[in-house]
């Protein structure tokens, strides 16, 4: 059973301050690696796809990617009270299969 | 591009009855995907289509779960008969050809409700 593993939250952050939310993934080999934002009542939105080692940035938001430790982050700078809402982890397996298995995801609140 | 296209945005049946979502895929994605969002189980794949055809339904809950893609443009996930243990919310998503790989766009969902 691959599995994807977030922390529930909820995370509170102050407004301007730095987000960090973590990942972690059972299967070794997986390929890619998305984020997704989801407002409450809304269906998930692609934010961040990270593909390699190391950081991938995007504006306000950094991906980072650690293979070796089976394990993937964002982090988001200067957040909003926009940015309020549940970060899903999502991992595919590669290959010719498309499947993403996902986090539970973490409950972000951002403090104005 | 209108994306990922789903109705009923909301379903209320009851008990025993037959349910029938719908999902049309963007334009060009040839790989749609069924997935069911509640606050226990987080989104679960029910199924995926790739090129109109059935790949993994290792995600479908039981016989009463059934869905199909006749074509390219629209797929249905049947629920009969429909149960309270049902009700959540089910999304359907879909993504580009092989090589072009970035994740999945959702439609908006279905939210079911069995009393």
Known sequence: ??????????????????ASLNCTYSDRGSQSFFWYRQYSGK????????????????????????????????????????????????????????????GKGTLLTVNP | ???????????????GQEVTLRCKPISGHNSLFWYRQTMMRGLELLIYFNNNVPIDDSG?????FSAKMPNASFSTLKIQPSEPRDSA????????????????TFGSGTRLTVV
Not at chain 1, 83 to 99: E, I, M, P, Q, R
Not at chain 2, 60 to 64: A, G, T, V
């Open chain 2, 60 to 64: 479908m809950p039981e016989d009463r």
């Open chain 2, 1 to 15: 591009d209108a994306g990922v296209i789903q109705s009923p945005r909301h379903e209320v049946t009851e008990m």
């Open chain 1, 43 to 102: 269906s998930p939105e692609l934010i961040m796809s990270i593909y390699s080692n190391g950081d991938k940035e995007d504006g306000r938001f950094t991906a980072q990617l650690n293979k070796a430790s089976q394990y993937v982050s964002l982090l988001i700078r200067d957040s909003q009270p926009s940015d309020s809402a549940t970060y899903l982890c999502a991992v595919n397996s590669g290959g010719s299969n498309y499947k993403l298995t996902f």
């Open chain 1, 1 to 18: 059973q691959k599995e994807v593993e977030q922390n529930s939250g909820p995370l509170s952050v102050p407004e301007g301050a730095i």
């Open chain 2, 89 to 104: 919310v089910y999304f359907c998503a879909s993504t580009y050809p092989p090589g072009d790989y970035n994740g999945y």
